[in-house]
């Protein structure tokens, strides 16, 4: 998933750590029913794993990669260091505490859904399966952010009831966020709680997340589009509610912009939000707004709603529609 994923970015973030203490030994108990801790309506279940709680607080199994052992964390535990990987601890309360809320989010939906690939464990810290985690930078604000957010989700009305959302979150929007199916060529019914929102970015944002300009051969492009032959021309074909290219049209044939992304590296093809796509002398110029998908909360965008005031549940439901938070534990 994740994709967002430090949106996994080199310009971003050094992060930090220490473990984030609970009294209370684990012990082997029910998990709370649906609608409990208050009975808000439409709250979901807990994962059908999670049976063992250190007080409250749910107990996970977590692969390691540094280690290559599975620990047994508390899920706050386990959050504190993912918080520390996705986001600098220098960064304002309200932004850290906003990401808080979907790292959280994000751990339940893919334990509802989704298996780890690692035997015995519930979620990883590899950044290809699951969030970036960086358990060195956790500090006091990290874990402050963790504790002021405990058990805080966000939640959507899925046709059974109360659902865990995808809690996309990427660098910068470039001004405008996306849609799930323009931003992340998502194939199934755009989801009821994505949207087309300002982005709201601070002006602190480095210079290239918000314009930059990449050069590509034309072999290479080729080759992430899954073509054959001599590249003889290229444009931005079909653009999306937000203006991000949903396709690219390379000598006539249309291609899927955001895989295309991903094939060249969205480090260097940093958005689909493009200004300009030409083939000049030999080289394909790309330039763009913004860094990521595109969909769901700007890091950056959250930086600025915090600048100005903003609280870590409105910085969320800027970026997110027909969404509740509610605390789970």
Not at 27 to 42: F, L
Request: one cysteine or more; a negative charge.
């Amino acid at each position: 998933m994740f994709t967002s994923h430090r949106s996994r970015t080199g310009w971003m973030l050094m992060a930090l750590t220490l473990a984030l203490a609970l009294s209370a030994c684990a012990t082997a108990v029910e998990p709370p029913a649906p609608g409990a801790d208050g009975g808000q309506a439409g709250k979901p279940p807990l994962p059908e794993r999670i049976t063992e709680f250190g007080g409250e607080v749910p107990m996970i199994n977590v692969y390691v990669t540094d280690t290559g052992t599975v620990e047994k964390q508390s899920i706050e535990d386990y959050l504190a260091g993912v918080l520390a990987g996705e986001m600098r601890s220098d960064w304002p309360m309200e932004a850290l505490k906003a990401q808080a809320i979907l790292a959280r989010t994000f751990t339940l939906r893919f334990m509802t859904e989704k298996e780890s690939k690692y035997e015995g464990a519930d979620v990883s810290t590899d950044i290809e399966e699951a969030q970036a985690y960086d358990k060195s930078g956790v500090n006091e604000r990290v874990k402050q952010a963790i504790e002021e957010t405990r058990g805080m989700v966000l939640v959507s009305q899925g046709e059974s009831g109360g659902e865990f959302p995808y809690a996309w979150f990427h660098a910068h929007s470039g001004g405008k966020t996306a849609l799930a199916k323009e931003g992340l060529d998502y194939e199934k019914d755009e989801p009821p709680y994505t949207q087309v929102a300002q982005g709201n970015e601070s002006a602190s944002a480095p210079e290239d997340a918000r314009q930059w300009t990449a050069q590509f051969s034309p072999e290479s492009v080729m080759k992430a589009a899954n073509l054959s032959g001599e590249m003889t021309g290229i444009e931005i074909g079909e653009k999306g509610e937000s203006g991000r290219a949903i396709t690219l049209v390379i000598n006539g044939e249309s291609v899927k912009a955001p895989p295309l992304r991903i094939a060249l590296g969205s480090m260097e093809m940093r958005s689909t939000l493009l200004d300009e796509v030409k083939l000049e002398d030999g080289t394909v110029i790309m330039s763009g707004k913004g860094y990521g998908h595109g969909v769901g909360m700007s890091q950056w965008g959250a930086y600025g709603m915090a600048e100005s005031g903003s609280g870590a549940e409105d910085i969320v439901m800027h970026y997110f529609k027909d969404v509740n938070i509610v605390k789970m534990w």
